[in-house]
């Protein structure tokens, strides 16, 4: 009994035949598809609305988080929104240090474009995230204080 369970058992481990690959090379009629990577970046889109620049927001702070090894802090997003053409009086960035001298968790900055805040979030656990969020009716995108832009 224990043979006929062994055979069933192992019935199911027998190797499928390895796939062989076929290439073809493209005739002159049919043209390679584009890999990502030849995309053009995106482009910043000056006075649209979130929407339309959450594209290019999130290309340049994924470009800051690679510049900065992994560790970037507030002024690096700050810098790569700048550089990109994002107007520093339309940011705001929460402190990334905290109260007692530590490195914050996480930091957060947005951009208040046309319509409504882009907000991105880079912390330690997480990674790098991003929304678009309506603004407070205080005119802001975040609560509470933020740091300066003053670097």
């Known amino acids: 009994m224990a043979a006929a369970a062994l055979a069933l058992v192992l019935t ?3 190797a ?6 076929t290439s073809a090379a493209p005739t002159a009629s049919e043209t390679p598809t584009p890999t990502p990577s ?7 889109v000056p ?4 929407a339309e620049n959450k594209p290019f927001f999130d290309y340049l702070n994924n470009q800051a988080i690679t510049t900065a090894g992994g560790q970037p802090d507030g002024p690096a997003f700050i810098n790569s929104l700048r550089a990109g053409g994002f107007a520093v009086e339309s940011m705001e960035l929460t402190p990334d240090v905290t109260t007692v001298g530590v490195k914050a968790d996480s930091v957060q900055f947005s951009v208040h474009a046309a319509d409504a805040c882009l907000i991105g979030q880079w912390g330690t656990v997480g990674g790098y995230t991003s929304i678009i969020a309506a603004p407070l009716a205080t005119g802001k995108c975040f609560v509470g204080q933020t740091r300066p832009i003053d670097f």
């Open 12 to 14: 199911g481990c027998v």
């Open 16 to 21: 499928e035949p390895e796939p062989t690959a």
């Open 38 to 44: 030849d995309a053009p970046p995106p482009a910043l």
């Open 47 to 50: 006075n649209g609305t979130a």
